[in-house]
């Protein structure tokens, strides 16, 4: 392992050591606690090899060894040691792979980060991105697994001037693991960023996104969806930091929640001193299946500059029941009816995922696939 | 009244130029009017002359009644008989119309040494006026401009206009958005307020409410400029022919 | 923009000659020693000539007090306080003697009043408002006493309650705020000096307006009023609670506790004209008003609303909540927070649903101004048991000048399919395009932000009893005097 690695290890293991599992009492956790998490939970440590790419014009991948120093400088520069998630998955990382889109370059294919755990695993994978100047790219970072364990991935993105990427993640892991996400982006001058996070999988998960909004002109969308069922808890923090002016953002977080789920979403858009004709609008959106669904939402602003726009929209409820009458008495069985108020419910996510096929495709299939069963699920109980 | 030479206006924030020397004479009791294509500057003219934020006036010079008008506050060129009906009439939730009206004429009629209208005293002038104009009076609860129609807007224009009673009004585009009975009550209003002492300036992009306000003069603005005058009849030319010759100059 | 400089060139020249109320009354005081300790909080009570049992309560909160810590959550900072460096019972000399009636009170303390606008002789009195007056730890006098009497409505300062009417304030008191509620609730239970009590009896529709003053005179004098209003089966009350301070260069706290209890089929309608001392332009002084309020909808269909103007304080720290437990009850908030200068304010709301079919509405206008920090906190709860339960939060944030901020925290709960929850917040600065329409016509740029921030407050204002509606409405206008020119 470099110097490098090896000290941000230890920097990791420290402030871990100094913070230990967060509990309800920490606000960014108010509604996850994660003192109960077992060792099985975990999993055992196994060093898990990060994801292959292959070699395409513009893109180059380094090992930490390898990578020139400016690369390398980046690592753990973007996630905050301060947050225990961080700090754990840092304390045990074992390896780092940086992406560089070169400056300008247009990729023909997407960047793939496939991780597939095996039960009983705990994955720890690393990755810096960078995508250069004027550089357009798609990123795929997809997480399954086939039983307890525990991913905790972290990856670092920044956006260099001009540069364009759309980032699709995907998290379907075993319903009995955990999965403890972190996403950190930086954008500079006219960059931008999207960001689309499916929550389907994990019995336990928390998906931490911090994004800033550093260099004027930049824009940040960011979509969200929770697809929770059974035992599931699911948790999405995000802060949006506008601390250049002439930035915007739009934030979408969907939650539909069946069984005893709880769907968690804390968002914040920040607005710098001085950050001025700041545009951000972020709207959070909670469907309960059942009677025992739980969901809990925290959006908020906090806002140092005047010449702003922000706001935010929050609603939570059932199918509007009233719709529901209106298909079936035109023939629709309750089933159906009811599956097409949640995709229509989803659908505005799912429009701007865009038209990669291959990832249209994912996120269609792993919505289907959770309608059927939640669905089952209600019938079972009723 | 108003005499305008030469006028060069920027937009401050990214210093593009939008008027670029514009020379302009209104006689008292005069009616003008100025078309033109679309980005040819009207709106940019009517913000100048009412003194809006965000531009800067590079070179030239506007005089009104003699008095250099670009040196005046927004409220002072108000005061001194400056009206400007607004292409879009902003909205303000909460604020009555009655009580926006009441201020805007007594800060108004303090500004030139008259004494303050009383809440009765108003709300008889106010629904008189509104009467005068065909405006039905209920108008007068509702938060200014808020749920508006675009017709209902314009006519609170109009209302607006004859309770200030301006000795210059700009009619910024004030036909755009309104059906055809809309705009004969409207420019009813307009006419009914003509006399040999108060000017108009209408803007404006179509021929048709020249029908029902008869200008003595017609300019057309291209690209920051004058670059024709005339009678009505050149507005029935424009009608005809469009915009076509004007902006290939531009 | 440069309409932007100019506002906060003008808001750092922003004097607070505008606080009229700052004026001190001289006049001899009856005070027990400085500092918190069981042997005051005995003083206290025997000052108050308080049973046995309402002494132990007090002591029993004293000893929680002490074991707690002081909440840290707020987005609000101020320098450690001094617990011990406080007055906690400060009375006029001349209110010793409990005077009988109004002509034996100290003429100083009825020029008080009427200097601030409150009369409370017979012949200049506010027609259809009671009201209780209260100076620095007790209560002056009590207007219309004996004409609610004849309608069975209690109202009257709440040490004498203790007295005259033990048993309601021992099944109430202290059941909606428990002693150990938190940190500044506790302080206030071990040393509650006074405050308002109200009962209204059954189907009783209380004929006039009830209002409580608080005057702080006193220096290094805390108040800690406790309020306690309870409206039985089918009974109305609308109660309303003003305060003043003088300008001081030291900070005074304000920890009070009010609890409202509504019964089936009762509404209480509560309002708060706060204008507590600010501090000055550089933060100077000021009070630090610490306050939990909070109501209990016990029965089916009752209704409490809460409707608060804020612009007043150093730092304000208050949720106006309720517990929606009947049935079909209903909760409400309706504020206008105004924060100028230093000021700090933290302050909004807790909705929880526990019965069926509840609803709530709050609304929300923050206006920030100067070097300001204002923050809505709120939290929307609905429990298992909550079917069929609504909510629907509107909370809109205004921002004058750069150098404020505007924060907004809400908190939603949701655990009952069948309820629903609808949020809405905004913020932005006074629309430029809105101050070039109101100049176009004439206005001059103070007069113009005068009617828009009305404009934006008028949802709000509207639900405060007419009788002060007018006066708040000018308060909003005085709050904001210098931060636009």
């Known amino acids: 392992m470099s110097q490098t690695l090896a000290s941000l290890r230890q920097s990791g293991a420290e402030s871990f050591a100094a913070l230990g599992w967060p509990n309800r009492r920490v606000e960014a956790y108010k509604y996850s606690d994660f003192t109960s998490l077992t060792q099985a939970d975990l999993g055992q440590t196994v060093a898990q090899p990060l994801a292959e790419l292959s070699d395409q014009d513009g893109l180059r991948c380094y090992k930490p060894g390898e990578a020139p120093q400016a690369l390398v400088d980046k690592i753990g520069s973007l996630v905050p040691l301060d947050d225990p998630l961080a700090a754990y998955s840092t304390a045990n990382l074992d390896d780092v792979l940086i992406i560089e889109v070169a400056a300008k370059s247009k990729l023909t294919g997407p960047i793939v980060l496939d991780h597939r755990r095996l039960a009983g695993q705990a994955a720890f994978a690393r990755y810096l991105v960078v995508v250069g100047r004027g550089a357009e790219a798609e990123l795929i970072e997809r997480y399954a697994s086939n039983g307890q364990g525990a991913s905790s991935p972290v990856i670092e993105v920044f956006v260099e001037e001009g540069a364009h990427l759309r980032h699709l993640r995907s998290q379907t892991e075993a319903l009995d693991a955990t999965h403890l996400g972190w996403t950190a982006a930086r954008l500079e001058r006219d960059a931008s960023y999207s960001h689309f996070a499916l929550n389907q999988g994990a019995g336990i998960s928390r998906h931490n996104i911090r994004v800033d909004l550093a260099g004027a002109g930049s824009h940040l969308d960011l979509y969200g969806l929770h697809l929770l069922d059974g035992q599931q808890r699911c948790d999405s923090h995000t802060r949006i930091n506008h601390n250049a002016p002439n930035t915007t953002s739009n934030e979408v977080y969907k939650s539909v929640v069946g069984g005893s789920g709880n769907s968690i979403f804390q968002g914040k858009i920040y607005v710098a001193k001085d950050s001025q004709k700041i545009e951000g609008n972020q709207m959070s959106r909670g469907l309960l299946l059942g009677p025992r669904a739980r969901i809990h939402n925290k959006p908020e602003l906090e806002i140092y500059a005047d010449d702003v726009i922000c706001s935010h929209g929050s609603t939570v409820g059932a199918l509007d029941e009233a719709a529901i009458f209106y298909l079936r008495a035109r023939g629709i069985p309750a089933a159906i009816a009811h599956k097409m108020m949640v995709e229509a419910f989803v659908q505005d996510v799912l429009d701007e995922v865009g038209d990669c096929a291959e990832v249209t495709a994912h996120w269609q299939a792993v919505i289907s696939s959770y309608l059927t069963s939640v669905f089952a699920d209600q019938d079972g109980q009723a | 009244m108003l005499s305008i030479q030469n006028l060069h206006a920027q937009i401050e924030e990214d210093g593009k130029e939008i008027l670029k020397g514009l020379t302009l004479e209104i006689n008292p009791g005069e009616v003008h009017a100025i078309m033109g294509p679309n980005g040819a500057g009207k709106s940019t003219l009517g913000n100048v002359l009412a003194g809006k934020d965000g531009y800067v006036i590079t070179e030239g010079s506007v005089f009104y009644k003699g008095q250099d008008l670009l040196a005046l506050e927004v409220e002072e060129r108000a005061h001194a008989g400056l009206f400007l009906a607004f292409q879009y009439p902003v909205e303000i939730p909460g604020v009555q119309m009655l009580n926006f009206l009441r201020t805007c004429t007594n800060e108004t009629r303090a500004a030139r040494g008259l004494p303050e209208l009383s809440g009765m005293d108003f709300l008889k002038l106010a629904r008189a006026k509104a009467a005068e104009l065909k405006i039905n009076p209920d108008m007068l609860k509702r938060s200014v401009n808020s749920g508006f129609s675009g017709g209902e807007k314009k006519r609170a224009e109009v209302l607006q206009m004859a309770l200030l009673d301006p000795q210059f009004a700009v009619l910024d585009e004030t036909d755009s958005g309104l059906d055809i009975d809309a705009l004969r009550i409207v420019a009813e209003g307009v006419n009914a307020l003509r006399d040999d002492k108060r000017s108009f300036l209408v803007i404006t992009h179509y021929q048709r409410l020249l029908d029902y306000i008869k200008p003595d003069h017609v300019h057309v603005l291209a690209d920051g400029k004058i670059v024709r005058s005339g009678g009505p009849e050149l507005a029935m030319e424009l009608e005809e022919r469009g915009y076509v010759d004007y902006e290939k100059a531009a | ?485």
């Open chain 3, 1 to 485: 923009m440069a309409a932007t400089a100019d506002t906060v060139e003008r808001v750092k020249k922003i004097s607070v000659e505008t606080y009229k109320y700052g004026f001190e009354t001289e006049i001899e005081m009856d005070r027990i020693p400085k500092g918190l300790n069981e042997d005051i909080v005995r003083m206290i009570s025997a000052k108050k000539d308080e049973p046995e049992w309402l002494l132990q309560w007090r002591l029993e909160a004293y000893r929680r007090w002490t074991q707690m810590e002081e909440p840290d959550w707020a987005k609000v900072s101020f320098p450690k306080i001094d617990y011990n460096d406080y007055y906690y019972y400060a009375a006029p000399k001349s209110m010793g003697d409990k005077p009988k009636s109004l002509d034996e009170v100290d003429p100083k303390l009825l020029d008080t009043y009427k200097r601030l606008g409150i009369p409370l002789d017979e012949q200049e009195r506010l027609a259809g408002v009671a009201v209780d007056a209260v100076f620095d730890s007790v209560s002056v006098a009590t207007t219309f006493k004996h004409k609610l009497e004849e309608v069975g409505v209690i109202f009257m300062p709440i040490s004498e309650a203790v007295a005259k009417h033990p048993e309601l304030v021992r099944k109430y008191l202290g059941t909606v705020v428990p002693t150990t509620d938190n940190y500044f609730a506790a302080l206030n239970s071990a040393v509650f000096t006074d405050g308002s009590f109200v009962y209204v009896p059954k189907g009783v529709r209380c004929p006039m307006e009830l209002s409580t003053y608080f005057r702080i005179n006193a220096q290094e004098t805390g108040q800690f009023e406790r309020t306690l209003i309870v409206c039985d089966d089918d009974a109305y009350v609308s109660y309303l609670e003003g305060c003043t301070a003088p300008m001081r260069d030291e900070n005074q706290l304000h920890a009070a506790v009010v609890e409202l209890v509504a019964m089936d089929n009762s509404e209480i309608k509560y309002s708060t004209v706060q204008n507590w001392y600010p501090g000055d332009e550089n933060g100077k002084g000021g009070i630090y008003n610490f306050v939990t309020k909070r109501a209990q909808c016990r029965g089916v269909n009752s209704k409490v609303s809460w409707t608060q103007v804020e612009t007043g304080s150093a730092v304000t720290w208050k949720y106006p909540s309720c517990i929606l437990q009947g049935d079909g009850s209903q909760g409400e908030f309706y504020s206008i927070a105004i924060t100028n200068n230093l000021q700090q304010a933290d302050t909004g709301t807790k909705m929880v649903h526990v019965g069926k079919n509840t609803r709530s509405r709050i609304i929300s206008k923050g206006i920030s101004a100067g070097r300001s920090d204002q923050t809505y906190r709120g939290l929307v709860k609905m429990l298992p048991n909550a079917k069929n339960a609504r909510n629907f939060t509107q909370c809109d944030s205004l921002l004058i000048g750069d150098r404020c901020g505007a924060h907004t925290v809400p908190y939603i709960e949701v655990a009952n399919p069948s309820a629903a929850v609808e949020h809405e917040a905004t913020t932005s600065k006074v629309s430029d395009d809105q101050l070039f329409y109101c100049r176009q016509r004439g206005m001059n740029e103070e007069k113009a932000l005068a009617l828009i921030v009305n404009g934006f407050v008028k949802e709000v204002l509207q639900e405060l009893p007419m009788e002060f509606a007018v006066e708040a409405q000018a308060l909003v206008e005085i709050s904001l005097e210098g931060s636009v020119g």
